[in-house]
């Protein structure tokens, strides 16, 4: 009987024991994985297509593991988290000066071209820098080869491109120097700046969207 | 017989203890299954521990020779599989197209990945992230000036 009260003793000592640890764990965890901490961030990349058979992808990447993995990858012109953008034609261009220029602007459009193939548009409101293009071509084309006419028809087909990118993302992005993206730096800003949507392209066969949020699963 | 008892007992707690240690990394499991006349069906399952422990045993040549292969992706390869131990549930990637379906997510902290073609042919894989850290690793220490 003594033997039996050491054994109930002793389980009851270990069972409260490893209680209190595990439920000490799942609180760290569950204080670490606060839904909206912007350590939690990902970014969610959907693109479906009603061409052919239909298709979609849906990509979910912990922002964490995104700027961790990619200081890894060596290919091409990729290394260390940067881009090399040599060679196109970015010798004439002072990136820094024109975005010391934007930031230090007012907001407002600054460039907006409207012509009968495209419509481009960028402006700065708040601290975001908007980009706006719409390539009109692409829907008179497409209501051409469905026999559709009318500015109706091929209004309601055309492409259309925004991007939404917090300027300290882009001061990031151009931060490494003249040749150079850091996409490192600017996923960390990212990552520091919270939820936001940054890319959506629409035509009338697909739709691509990435965003940035704490949920893990794409909506 | 009281010795007998202590014996079954002791045994008894000997391969309890042998089976925790085995399955404590999880279990790799393989499952493909083709949809055609004479296309193979294989399943196995096969404990996690036996990979990152078979490897300490392998050639040291063999290995030396695998790293060398696969030296430039085995700094991706080591940071993914750290990365994944921390999102024990979550879908990664989803593609659709038709009736093919491609999926890679974690799930109770082992990476799945599950492919089906329209043809009905089945891939289903499962490794726990543990192993993929401990093959990283291992491949890393043999292939120096990674």
């Known amino acids: 009987m003594t033997y ?36 939690d961030q990902w970014i969610h990349v959907r693109v479906e297509s009603k061409e052919d058979h239909g298709e979609t992808v849906r990509v979910n990447v912990p922002m964490e593991m995104a700027v961790k993995v990619l200081p890894a990858i060596h290919q091409d012109r990729l290394h260390d988290g940067k881009v090399r ?71 309601a087909r055309e492409s259309k491109v925004e991007v939404k990118v917090p300027m300290k993302v882009v001061d990031a992005l151009f931060s490494a120097g003249k040749d150079e993206l ?4 600017a996923l960390r800003a990212l990552s520091a700046h919270g939820d936001t949507e940054l890319v959506t392209v629409k035509d009338d066969q697909n739709t691509v969207r990435i965003w940035v949020d704490s949920k893990n699963i794409a909506d | 017989m009281l010795m007998l008892a202590k014996a079954a ?19 790799i499991r393989v499952d493909v299954e083709e949809r055609r ?25 063999r290995i030396r020779h695998t790293a060398d292969k696969v030296r430039p992706y085995l700094p991706v390869l080591r940071e993914v599989s750290k990365e994944l131990q921390k999102y024990p549930e979550a879908e990664l ?6 009736s093919d379906r491609v999926r890679i997510a974690m799930r ?36 120096p000036g990674v």
């Not at chain 1, 039996?4 to 204080?31: E, Y």
């Not at chain 1, 850091?182 to 730096?185: F, I, K, R, S």
């Not at chain 2, 990637?93 to 038709?98: A, E, K």
């Open chain 2, 108 to 143: 109770g902290g082992k990476l799945w990945i599950d492919a089906v073609s329209e043809d009905g042919d089945v891939v289903h894989v499962s490794v726990p992230a543990e192993v993929l850290r401990d093959v990283a690793d291992q491949l890393e220490s043999q292939a």
């Open chain 1, 4 to 39: 039996f009260r050491g054994f109930l003793g002793r389980t009851l000592v270990v069972t409260l024991v490893a209680g209190s640890s595990l439920s000490g764990a799942a609180l760290a965890q569950g204080q670490a994985s606060q839904p909206g901490s912007k350590s």
């Open chain 1, 182 to 185: 850091d996409v490192l730096a």
């Open chain 2, 9 to 27: 007992l002791g045994l008894s707690a000997m391969a309890a203890a042998a089976s925790a240690y085995v399955f404590h990394e999880g279990v």
């Open chain 1, 85 to 155: 953008i040599e060679g196109h034609h970015m010798e004439d261009v002072d990136c820094q000066a024109i975005l010391d220029a934007v930031r230090t602007s007012r907001d407002g459009e600054y460039v907006t071209v409207q012509s009968n193939t495209n419509d481009v548009r960028v402006a700065k409101k708040g601290e975001y820098l908007y980009i706006h293009v719409t390539d009109k071509d692409s829907g008179k084309r497409s209501a051409a080869k469905d026999g559709k006419q009318g500015a109706n028809s091929a209004a």
């Open chain 2, 37 to 61: 006349d004479a296309g193979s069906q294989v399943h196995f399952w096969v404990p996690a521990t036996v990979v990152s422990t078979g490897m300490h045993f392998m050639p040291k040549e």
């Open chain 2, 93 to 98: 990637l989803d593609v659709t197209s038709g």
